[in-house]
Every structure is written in C-alpha cells, then in structure tokens.
C-alpha cells in the first residue's frame, strides 16, 4: 500500500479538490475557480492527502477574522476509495498542528453522522471540549439549505506539540 502524505495544496489541486467535493454526494459544491482560490489564497489554513501524487483528500478553512487562533472548517471530504483509512482525521491534526490554533469551529448538518463522529473524534483525540456554539437556521437560506449547526472545538493546549 502507498503511503499517505499530508501536504499544503497549491493552485493545481484544485480541480482535484473540485471533484472529490462534487463527488463527495454531501458539500455544497463552489465554482471550480473559487476551489482554485481557496488554495492559492488559504493554502496556509488547508491541507491536501496525498497517495502517489494523487490528492485522495482535502480540508480547507480560513483563521476566524475577529478570532485570529480560530480555525474554521469550511469542508473536508475524502475520495470514496481512501475513506475509512483515517485520512479525514489525519487531515485535521495536521491542520490544527500546521497553523497552531487553539480551537477549530465547523458547521454541520445534523443529518450529518460521519462528519459529526469525525469532529468529536478530534475533540476526543486533542483532549479538548466540544460545544454546540449556534446555528444557522434553515429559514436564514435562500434556498432549499439544511440547517447547520456551528460547532466550536478547544480549546487545543499546544497544537504544535501534539
């Protein structure tokens, strides 16, 4: 078996990113271009799995403006051959190690069971807490949108450390 590599993404994994978030069947896919921003502009606050070469799957997120120790989720999903090997929860302790923040905070649908067991895994593996911090309601959205229910996780004692 090849072995995982956890890696900064750079502008030419987006499209890479773009599919495995089209074909993930739960995110709400961007535009291809805004995947290809994401890495370029917030490529110090995401991370892409690597298996010979391939990006098998990726988080991003961006440090929280008003909370600049808060790194927020925005998706994360593996390619549906790489899942269950761990790779989701390798992303997000390299990411919370990488940027060294103290909490992380993410939304998810309540329908959500494998993201939401994703996150407490992290909360459970970092020893931090994890708290229901609000929502944004269904009527907030313009369209047919789930709710999502903001979740806040830390806070982490020494991110770099762990």
């Not at 961007?30 to 991370?47: E, G, P």
Request: aromatic share 8%; net charge negative.
């Amino acid at each position: 078996m090849s072995e995982r590599v956890i890696d900064s993404p750079s502008k030419k994994d987006g499209a890479a990113i773009w599919r495995i978030a089209r074909d993930s069947g739960k995110l709400d896919l961007n535009s291809s271009y805004a995947y290809l921003l994401w890495c370029h502009d917030f490529a110090d606050t995401s991370a892409v799995a690597r298996v010979d070469d391939e990006v098998v799957g990726f988080v991003i997120g961006y440090r929280r403006p008003k909370a600049p120790d808060t790194v927020v989720v925005w998706q994360i999903a593996v390619d549906a051959g790489q899942r269950g090997r761990g790779t989701a929860a390798a992303l997000l302790d390299a990411l919370v190690r990488r940027t060294g923040a103290r909490r992380v905070e993410t939304t998810i649908t309540p329908d959500n069971e494998p993201s939401n067991a994703l996150f407490r895994s992290l909360a459970d593996r970092w020893g931090a807490e994890m708290s229901v911090a609000g929502e944004f309601a269904e009527s907030e959205f313009p369209d047919d949108h789930e709710t999502e229910v903001l979740y806040r996780i830390g806070p982490f004692q020494d991110a770099r450390a762990a």
